[in-house]
């Protein structure tokens, strides 16, 4: 399986924007990039995904290498209820997935007031 | 609307005995998806149903485990004869189409903390 590579923890202050890197290097052309993240004794909840070109929604925006190798999950104002783990996870084509998503250990996001 | 809910919150159980998960999806998603959470291991995936029908059941780790989904809703997994190394946080998923979708958007319970004693 593609597998994802992110830091294992970042900080941030409040109200300043976050640049959350992924490395992908052996994504096929046809995975999905797909961002969860799982707040303090929740379950994961997802944030945003994309395929080639960038992607905005009203939680964050997707940033996607050209080559693919690579995204950034950009929160342009970082609050403290944005303190979480994101996960970075490949959507891979049917077959064997049936659609399961694969956690690695994601990134530990502190905001700092 | 309502989302994905799991009971109990919280299973305190002992060594050996056997233990009931409910998940109840989001009314209308025809795929589920059970997840365990443990700190040795982190979110690792155990069975995913499409309706009724478990066409992947490679995450479960031993033949203890066992999952039903009835009338395409609510879900039961089922461990027999619990074990210390099954405390964890189980973890419920839902999703409108699952199988091949590379795009839809898994929505998630609560989870159940569950505590072999």
């Known amino acids: 399986d593609a597998k994802t590579t992110q830091p294992n923890s970042m900080e941030s202050n409040e109200e300043e924007p976050v640049h959350l890197p992924c490395n992908h290097s052996?994504?096929?052309?046809?995975?999905?990039i797909h961002w969860y993240r799982q707040l303090p004794s929740q379950g994961p909840e997802y944030v945003i995904h994309?395929?080639?070109s960038n992607v905005n929604n009203r939680m964050a925006s997707l940033a996607i290498a050209e080559d693919r190798k690579s995204s950034t999950l950009i929160l342009h104002r970082a609050t403290l209820r944005d303190a979480a783990v994101y996960y970075c996870?490949?959507?891979?084509?049917?077959?064997?997935?049936?659609?399961?998503?694969?956690f690695g250990q994601g990134t530990i996001l502190t905001v700092h007031p | 609307g309502a989302g994905v809910s799991q009971s109990p919150s919280n299973k305190v159980t002992e060594k050996g005995k056997d233990v009931e998960l409910r998940c109840d999806p989001i009314?209308?998603?025809?795929?589920l998806y059970w997840y365990r959470q443990s700190l040795g291991q982190g979110l690792e995936f155990l069975i995913y149903?499409?309706?009724?029908?478990?066409?992947?059941k490679s995450g479960l780790p031993s033949d203890r485990f066992s999952a039903e989904r009835t009338g395409g809703s609510v879900s039961t997994l089922t461990i027999q004869r619990t074990q210390q190394e099954d405390s964890a946080v189980y973890l419920c998923?839902?999703?409108?189409?699952?199988?091949?979708?590379?795009?839809?958007?898994?929505?998630f319970g609560p989870g159940t903390r569950l505590t072999v004693l």
């Open positions: 052996t994504i096929s052309g046809t995975d999905y």
């Open positions: 149903f499409q309706g009724n029908s478990a066409p992947d």
């Open positions: 998923a839902s999703s409108i189409l699952g199988g091949g979708s590379r795009t839809d958007t898994q929505y």
């Open positions: 994309g395929l080639t």
């Open positions: 996870i490949l959507r891979v084509s049917a077959g064997t997935s049936y659609g399961k998503l694969t």
């Open positions: 009314s209308g998603h025809t795929a």
